[in-house]
């Protein structure tokens, strides 16, 4: 096999043609994996920039940086694009267009033509909001929230909804995607409980994907209908409710989380069981647990409305239904870090990740709950705490896991490796960061700033301070894999097919792989990680 | 490309079915009876849905797969006005 | 001189059992993340590649490790709820007896009124020491009501009725912020909560050009409107008589009854064909656009008056 | 392997996916569509609970005439669908394409009938819109209902133009005999497509026109 991958002129999915239109109309599976890539990457540091400006103006009490329009514009953008435009593609559209098919043993998705047509439907959306909000801006924070979207605000409320509405239907159509491959195109013997887990946590995303996505699509059609048209169907000057509103979308917007953090899970499995040479412990119930996640998570949205005028039994049932949705969670916790016993464990760049992913996503998952105990999020809701609580979630633990795992199958997908001394600096200047910026806002919320404040009361402003160095070092962190990663394109050493000696269908291919994935389909005998740590 | 064929008497008995349901629901929808009105008219609109459903569209030739698919779009909309109402129905104040 | 308070100072009777509770989230969370980091530590040393360790026969999954820990964490969980739970519904259950302030919130301020028609803005002044309920709502868009001190914050809504009842602990000045994002000013839709001892809160009452009190105005209110030329004893239209009527049971022609409270007065003023009293005709007209919530507040204030409920005036008997 | 840089990347044997997985994706998709029309119906659930007089008084204003009507031709276009996919498997393209096109003007007259119905609602000023004036008790409430009936009917009836759409589409390739026996999951697709269309307006038809008439 390794011969195959030494071979750099070997025809490969990069090398088979260059031309523009051999990318922009490929239906390849790969190659759309990296358009999507590239898109994600260009919003990711769009959301930061936005992220580093208002996080300069926190660093004093006053406004002087900027204005207060602009702020909120600011965090409305950084919030529309890190969710829909950055994190919810992140690792599915990217490591998951790549790697599904590779991993199950097959030639393609099983709708190639409908994939490309996700990702154009996800850049016209993504452009979209792009010119939107550069432009004009919006000033509503990615929630939305009415009467103010639809009447009262009078930024571009409309024009932002259609390019996340388009968006959605790219979600769809991915999900949708996944949901048939993964059921009709595994290779022969590759049964259900053979699957890497990583195929598992993408298909329950799939499923939200599919059955949430369309919610939130209506939910802001209607705000947009209510703009355009006067046609309202919250506004509570009709004995409308706003709070219905709030439920639709959190019924979306809660599964959501989850369509952020799942995959995540996938990929840490992925790499925890390659770097400790282990078959995850407790294999079944991981996998259950995805399913488990996916699930009870379409049955906890009200506990964004504990004091949103809901009434309080049924924030008693919500609240009870998040504490649920911990279990299957906490499950996975302590099978990784079970799985680390008796493993033999190298501690390469994806594996920092991995672990740094573990433990933030305990800390960012546990303060989760804190927020859905009623009598305490009464006290912290709206305030810094829930900012804490979910950049600990999706910066600590989401970003974590998608850098990890473009390091992990950045042979793969390249065929080049990356420095791993630089690899594991930025890694850990990330995490040191990450932690500066955060967890001072858990002590501010909990003294009670609220969120989307660009003026605050004076004795916030030591913790401010704190958070916007940390944000700063973060950013260098973030650069950091930019441009090493780029750079390893034209100076890595060639990567052979294996590099990191993980068992997997998609290491059995070179790096990177083919045109047609396999040269032959493979034949599946074996439960997925079978390793054998004792004779490494 | 195979499939299970459906003879067309069935396609024209179905149809006469849900012509027949239609029929009723709109009688039905002139008589008084108080809450039994909606529960009939629901009744009614869910069996017709489903001739459609198992019939027209083949459900009820399909894989098992399918059908939890099928089953999946209304078990979820299910979800989402079951939950929903549990706010409305136990709000004691406001709307 | 830089000093980090990193804990909100505690002012109200429902502020120690949050913290407490807080307290033991953190305890537990404390527990589990060290767990997890030790282990990972641990285990990263041990059996890191290239070091000798006993690696033989790895345990590859076991159901009863993993019941164990799936029911370990269903019984911590149903205490922990339970525990928030219990204080949540004490959160929202006001006492019999309190001082009821009306509050509405618009762009971008607080407006209040005390039951003896005292108006304020960005300011509340309260006694400590003694129940108070807002009864809160919104002219525009969503607000929300938030004092860190007292551990408080419920969202105010256009359309609707929410309240919030606190009983203060220390007297001073708190912060009283908008939680709930409203639009371009948010960040200043703030004020302070000013808690006085009662005798210096009555004076600072009566220090107040109240003139009118929310009933008072209320009544004049329901002659201006013409609401007395029906709801009258004697008037010539047959309409119910208010008197009595906030607190009870009212039956409704569809058969349904529904207590009549506040939300319920204010949806027969602005919408009276929803709800008919049962032996009614349904000609009381809406209201709608020709009052404001404030008010609609008043109005309240005097139907509920004519029920004899100590209501508005009865935090204040108290306090003499 | 040199002649393989062609600038076409047709890979070689991409597996043919059966019927039946094809048909998956396009559940799936339609599961995706019950929540779409579903979030709506939702809200109609919950506001006609909150005024179920207003909304029965409300419902009286829409001709049940037309909605009645269009009901029955709607169920029959979706005979005449199920009919042509049942041509299609037989391989008997006059038949399809002649169920196709009946189908496409029983669509058409569904919407010629809707239109009228909107255009008379318009006159009567039901239209939630700016000019809104509604001669019963509750005007504003009645708003909600009418605000629901337009956007509910109205997104029904932009499905059922890309149904109209997808069909004019087959009914070419029919004609150019691109749709065989052996390849007929175009029909099937937007078959399925259409009864998802149909079954919306079983539920609606009752809940919004047949409400109050007792
Ligand atoms: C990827 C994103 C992500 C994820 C995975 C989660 C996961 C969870 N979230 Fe989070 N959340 C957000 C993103 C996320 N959240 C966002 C973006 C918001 C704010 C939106 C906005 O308003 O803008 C938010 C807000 C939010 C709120 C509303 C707060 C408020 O506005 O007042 C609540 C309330 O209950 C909540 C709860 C939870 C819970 C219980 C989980 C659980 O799934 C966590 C489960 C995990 C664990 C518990 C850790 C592992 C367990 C152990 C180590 C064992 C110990 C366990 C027990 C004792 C049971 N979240
Ligand atoms: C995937 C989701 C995601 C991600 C990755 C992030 C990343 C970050 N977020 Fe994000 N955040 C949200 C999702 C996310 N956020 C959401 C949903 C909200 C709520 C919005 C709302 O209220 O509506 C929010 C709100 C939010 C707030 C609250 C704003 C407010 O309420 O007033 C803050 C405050 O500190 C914050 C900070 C940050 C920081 C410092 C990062 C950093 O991790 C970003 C780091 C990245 C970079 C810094 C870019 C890389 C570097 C460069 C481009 C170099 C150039 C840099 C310089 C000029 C220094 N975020
Ligand atoms: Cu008012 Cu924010
Ligand atoms: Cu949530």
Not at chain 1, 301 to 316: D, E, K, L, P
Not at chain 3, 241 to 269: N, Q
Not at chain 4, 28 to 45: K, N, P, R
């Amino acid at each position: 096999m390794s011969t195959i991958a030494l071979d750099r002129y070997r025809q490969n999915y990069l090398n088979i043609s260059y031309t523009a239109k051999s990318w922009l109309l490929s239906t390849d599976h790969k190659r759309i994996g990296i358009l999507y890539m590239i898109s994600i990457t260009l919003f990711f540091f769009l959301g930061g920039i936005a992220a580093v400006l208002f996080r300069l103006e926190l660093l004093t009490p006053q406004a002087d940086l900027v204005k207060a329009e602009t702020y909120n514009k600011l965090f409305t953008l950084h919030g529309v694009i890190m969710v829909w435009f950055f994190l919810i593609p992140s690792i599915p559209s990217v490591l998951g267009n790549f790697l599904i098919p590779l991993m199950i043993g097959a030639r393609e998705v099983a709708f190639p033509r409908l994939n490309l047509v996700s990702w154009y439907l996800f850049m016209l959306g993504g452009l979209f909001t792009f010119v939107v909000l550069i432009t004009g801006g919006v000033d509503t924070g990615w929630t939305f929230y009415t009467p103010y979207s639809s009447s009262f605000s009078n930024s571009a409320v409309v024009a932002t909804i259609i390019g996340v509405f388009i968006t959605g239907f790219s979600s769809i159509f991915t999900g949708l995607n996944f949901i048939v491959t993964i059921h009709k195109l595994r290779a022969p013997g590759m049964k259900w409980s053979r699957l890497p887990l990583f195929i598992w946590s993408h298909y329950a995303t799939s499923l939200i994907l599919v059955l949430a996505t369309p919610v939130l699509a209506i939910t802001l059609g209607l705000i947009a209908i209510e703009r355009v048209f006067g046609v309202g169907i919250f506004d509570p000057a009709l004995g409308g409710d706003p709070v219905l509103f709030e439920h639709f979308f959190w019924f979306y917007s809660h599964p959501a989380v989850y369509i952020m953090i799942l995959p995540g899970m996938g990929v840490t499995s992925e790499i925890i069981a390659a770097f400790t040479r282990r078959r995850i412990f407790g294999y079944t119930f991981v996998a259950m647990a995805s399913l488990a996640i996916a699930i009870i998570g379409f049955l906890v949205w009200g506990h964004h409305i504990f004091v949103g005028g809901q009434s309080a039994y049924a924030s008693a049932v919500f609240s009870g239904l998040s504490y649920m949705v911990a279990i299957p969670s906490a499950v996975k916790v302590f099978n990784w870090t079970a799985t680390l016993y008796k493993g033999s464990i190298s501690f390469d760049t994806p594996m920092l990740y991995a672990l740094g992913f573990i433990w933030l996503f305990t800390i960012g998952g546990l303060t989760g709950l804190f927020v859905a105990s009623l009598a305490i999020d009464v006290h912290v809701h709206d305030t810094y705490f829930v900012i804490a609580h979910f950049h600990y979630i999706m910066v600590g633990a989401s970003v974590m896991a998608y850098l990890g795992g473009i390091h992990y199958w950045w042979p793969k997908l390249s065929g080049r490796m990356y420095p791993e001394g630089w690899g594991r600096a930025a890694a850990l200047l990330i995490f040191f960061g990450f932690n500066l910026t955060f967890f001072p806002q858990f002590l501010l919320g909990y003294m009670g700033m609220p969120r989307r404040y660009h003026v605050y009361a004076e004795e916030f402003q030591v913790l401010n301070v704190m958070s916007t160095a940390g944000a700063s070092i973060l950013a260098v962190g973030y650069l950091l894999p930019l441009a090493y990663l780029l750079w390893s394109l034209r100076t890595g050493s060639i990567a052979i097919a294996s590099p990191w000696g993980a068992s997997g269908l998609e290491w059995q291919t070179g790096s990177p792989p083919p045109m047609e994935n396999f040269e032959e389909i493979p034949i599946v005998t074996e439960e997925a990680y079978t390793y054998r740590p004792e004779s490494s | 490309m195979s499939s299970h064929i459906t003879p067309r008497r069935t396609y024209i008995f179905v149809y006469l079915a849900l012509l027949i349901l239609l029929g009723g629901t709109i009688g039905v929808a002139y008589v008084d009876l108080g809450i039994w009105n909606t529960v009939a008219a629901i009744t009614i609109a869910v069996v017709k849905a489903l001739l459609v459903v198992l019939f027209f569209m083949h459900v009820k030739y399909s894989s098992n797969l399918t059908r939890v698919y099928v089953l999946a779009g209304f078990l979820w909309l299910a979800l989402l006005i079951g939950l929903t109402l549990t706010d409305y129905l136990t709000r004691t104040s406001g709307f | 001189m830089v000093d980090l308070p990193i804990f909100p100072i505690e002012a109200s009777t429902i502020a120690i059992h949050v913290d407490l509770l807080l307290t033991g989230l953190v305890a537990i969370s404390t527990v589990f993340t060290l767990i997890v980091l030790v282990l990972m530590v641990y285990f990263g040393l041990k059996y890191r590649r290239g070091k000798t360790a006993d690696r033989s026969n790895p345990p590859l999954t076991s159901t009863k490790i993993e019941l164990a820990w799936i029911f370990g964490l269903i019984l911590l969980s149903v205490g922990a709820y339970t525990w928030a739970t219990v204080i949540f519904f004490n959160m929202n259950r006001p006492p019999e007896e309190t001082i009821d302030i009306s509050v509405v919130g618009l762009q971008w301020m607080w407006k209040f009124q005390h039951a003896d028609g005292q108006r304020e803005i960005n300011e509340l002044h309260v006694p400590v020491g003694y129940p108070v309920r807002l009864v809160m709502t919104s002219q525009d868009v969503i607000h929300s009501f938030f004092v860190p001190a007292f551990r408080l914050k419920n969202d105010v809504i256009p359309g609707r009725y929410t309240e919030l009842w606190f009983e203060a602990t220390k007297t001073g000045e708190f912060h009283l912020f908008c939680a709930e994002y409203c639009g371009t000013n948010h960040a200043e839709m703030i004020g302070k909560i000013i808690v006085m001892d009662p005798r210096a809160y009555q004076e600072w009452l009566g220090g107040q050009p109240g003139g009118v009190s929310m009933v008072q105005a209320g009544e004049e209110l329901f002659t201006e409107l013409g609401c007395s030329s029906c709801h009258v004893a004697g008037a010539g239209v047959r309409a119910p008589t208010l008197a009595g009527m906030f607190g009870s049971e009212v039956r409704l022609a569809s058969g349904e009854t529904v207590v009549a409270d506040e939300a319920y007065i204010r949806e027969s003023i602005l919408f009276p064909q929803e709800k008919i009293v049962t032996g009614y005709d349904p000609i009381m007209p809406s209201y709608q656009g020709r009052v404001s919530e404030e008010q609609i507040m008043q109005l309240i204030a005097y139907i509920r008056s004519l029920s004899g409920e100590t209501g508005p005036e009865g935090g204040e008997d108290e306090n003499q | 392997m040199a002649e393989a840089r062609a600038p076409t990347l047709d890979r070689p044997e991409l597996p043919e996916l059966d019927q039946e997985s094809i048909s998956l994706g396009m559940w799936i998709f339609l599961a995706s569509e019950v929540m779409f029309f579903g979030a709506l119906f939702a809200a109609y659930i919950i506001y006609r609970n909150a005024y179920p007089q207003v909304f029965a008084e409300a419902s009286r204003h829409l001709n049940v005439w037309i909605g009645g009507v269009n009901t029955g031709l709607l169920l029959t276009s979706s005979l005449t669908v199920a009919l042509a996919v049942n041509a299609a498997q037989l391989g008997k393209r006059k038949l399809l394409i002649a169920f196709l096109l009946l189908t496409i003007v029983l669509g058409l007259i569904f919407l010629g009938l809707k239109g009228l119905e909107y255009s008379q609602e318009f006159e009567e000023n039901l239209f939630p819109g700016r000019n809104f004036i509604y001669p019963g008790p509750e005007p504003e409430k009645a708003r909600l209902f009418f605000s629901l009936y337009f956007t509910m009917t109205g997104l029904h009836a932009l499905h059922m133009l890309a149904g109209l759409l997808t069909f004019s589409i087959i009914v070419l390739l029919a004609w150019r005999k691109k749709i065989t026996q052996e390849n007929y999951i175009s029909v099937e697709l937007a078959g399925l497509f259409w009864h998802f269309v149909d079954i919306v307006w079983i539920f609606l038809f009752p809940l919004l026109y047949l409400i109050g008439r007792t």
